[in-house]
C-alpha cells in the first residue's frame, strides 16, 4: 500500500502559518523580556547580589577600618554566633514574641478591613481599598522615616495627643520613648505593622 503523501499546495500554506505563529511567538516573548527587564535587573542587583555578597562575608574575618588584614574563616563566625554569642538565643526569643503579636494582629485587622470593604452598604469603597492599600507600596525608608517622626518623644503626634488629651506630661526625654524603651517597642511595631496590612486586605478581598 503506498505512503499517503500531504499535497505540497496543502503543506505550504500549513508552514506558513506555523512560521508566522513561530515567528509571533517569538516577537512577543522579546518584548515581554524587555518589559520585564527592569524588574530582573533590580532584582539581581538589589536582592540576590547583596544576599550573595552577605552570605560571602559571613566567612571572612573582616574589619571595614583595615580591609587588608580580612582572611577566610570558614564556618567560624556560624559557629560563634550559634553556639557562644548569648544575644542570639535573646533575639531569636524577641522575634519569636514580635512574631506571635503580629502575625495574628494583622491577620485579623486585615480580615476585618476587608469584611468592611465587601459590605454593599459602605459608599466610597474603592476609595477606601486605594487608600489603605497605598501604605503597602511605600518605599521601606519612606516608612521608617515617618515612623521615626510619628514616635519621636519630643516631637512626635503620638506623645503630643496623649499629653493633650490626658494632661500626662509624656513629651520629652522623661516621656514615652516608643522606639527606645522595651516596654513600649511592642505595641509601636505593633501600630506600624498595622499600617501595612494592605497586602493582606488584599488578598481577603480576592478571597470574598
Known sequence: MAAT?????????QRTKKQRVSKLGRYRARWGFIFISPWIIGFLAFTL???VASLYFTTLDLT???PELTKFVG?????????????VPASFLKTLQLGLILVP???????MLALLLNSK????????????????????????IIWLGVFNENTGWVNMLIQNLT??????????RWLA????????????ALWGVGNSLLVNLAGL
Open 49 to 51: 547580589f547583596p544576599m
Open 64 to 66: 571595614p577600618s583595615t
Open 75 to 87: 564556618l567560624a563566625n556560624w559557629q560563634h554566633a550559634l553556639f557562644q554569642d548569648p544575644d
Open 105 to 111: 494582629l494583622g491577620t485579623v485587622f486585615s480580615l
Open 167 to 176: 494632661g500626662l506630661q509624656v513629651v520629652g526625654s522623661q516621656g514615652l
Open 121 to 144: 452598604h459602605v459608599i466610597g469603597k474603592n476609595i477606601f481599598r486605594t487608600l489603605f492599600y497605598m501604605p503597602y507600596i511605600f518605599p521601606g525608608i519612606a516608612t521608617s
Open 181 to 192: 524603651d522595651p516596654s513600649l517597642i511592642y505595641p509601636a511595631f505593633s501600630i506600624i
Open 5 to 13: 503523501t500531504v499535497p505540497s499546495a496543502i503543506a505550504g500554506p
